[in-house]
């Protein structure tokens, strides 16, 4: 007997409306991610990971630079390293974009779950979009971006999306990607102190907390041991250093994703005044303090704000996250048509994106026969770690962003070839460097161009090359 011989008539299945429209808040990070790779961070990131699949062993000292060779160096972002080299082994460049943009629609659909507190399909999309404006300009090619997608489970399993179970894995993985783990382990604390303060038994805090805390304990079982779990501490403390990094300093509000965070925090505090609580308050207090004090901050409190402002978002329209509409079929369709679309478009793209890189520079030097092995180029932190992912150990840079792990008199060096600083001329003596790849219209540019004892080889609209007099740089250079 068939189903029409007993009435029984099948509708067909129908996606909810809030995950057709959702499609599209992780299509546009898919999209963000799978820009061509240009941060330099991923560079030395890469690089090292490189090392690690070829020799077995993440390194332990220095490999790459002439002055702080040999120094102790604690790869806290090893498994990420290892990921990297692995999928470019696999898949080339093209290969790592995929995993980037993939990471960015992951990070994406995270977020998406956490704004189902607002039932209206126009707040939740209105949420998604300020989210991925805010994400656009501060998501790199970095560990960071896995340490996001950590955080967005922690807060997840708070708000009981996710069994918390989960997080003894996802903390062993967030200790050996990125240094950012304790601020889960904050967020739980400040989520239960305002639970408590509300009237009301953090019970789901605390199990959460206890199994986050379980994860991260676990991180110390692998190639770096406990001392992994005491470096965020350690980088902290370098204060003095870190101040002078970008992404350190307060943010300026200068750009449009800075710009679009403040929209969250304004948007934040009108949810205080419709609903207010004390562990709401103390989110907005402590991480919105937080990315006012330091750029890198910022996506993760945008992340942190997203429960928040999706239980507050007011009811636009009548239409609801939970309704099946005839139209959510063809709408979902249409974004994973979208997303192969402009995956097949991004991928077209060139794979790296270097122009802000001295590329032309470093291959003057190359066609001219100057072996950078025996020769000493000062640089900036970008250059090095650009010849770093060029190169590998034999790379030999004066400086890169590992900020933790240079001894503070090359980082004052560094800064002092920043700033051009009237040290210089000491500092560049004292690690007994040749040559000096620079920005031309900084002040160390036009302080090369006019120096005696330098003389320019290479000049194009951006960057030059000095060689200190009475070098001798071989190749077809010869004496400077």
Known sequence: MGTADIGVSRRPLRPTLGAASGLFIVLAGWVIGLRPLTDNSFFTHLATGRIILDSGAVPSTDPYSFTAHGTSWLVQSWLASWLYATVESLGGASGLRLLMGGTAAILTALAWRLTRPAESVVARV??????????????????LM???????????????GLDPRWLVPIGWVWV???GSFPLGIAYVAVVAVGTRLDGRTPTQELRVLAWLAAGVALGAVGPLGPAVLVFPIELLQRQEILRNVIEWRAPTFDSLSQRMFLVQLGLSSLALVRRPSYRDGLLVAVFGAAALLGVRNLPIASMVLLPLLASAAPSFGTLRSGDRMPFATTLAAVGLAAALLFGVVRLGQRDFELRAYPIDALAYLRGHGVDLSKHRLASKDTVGNLMEMLDGPRSEVFYDDRFDMFPDAVSQAHLSLVLGGPTLPSDLARYEVEMVL???TSGTGQRLIVDPFWRVLYSDESWLIACKHGADLGGEIGGC
């Open 146 to 160: 896995l340490g996001l997608i950590a955080l967005a489970c922690v807060v997840l399993a708070v708000d009981g």
């Open 126 to 143: 209105a949420l998604g979009a300020v989210f991925v404006a805010v994400g656009a300009g501060l998501w790199a090619e970095r560990p």
């Open 438 to 440: 620079w920005e031309r």
């Open 176 to 178: 050996n990607v990125h």
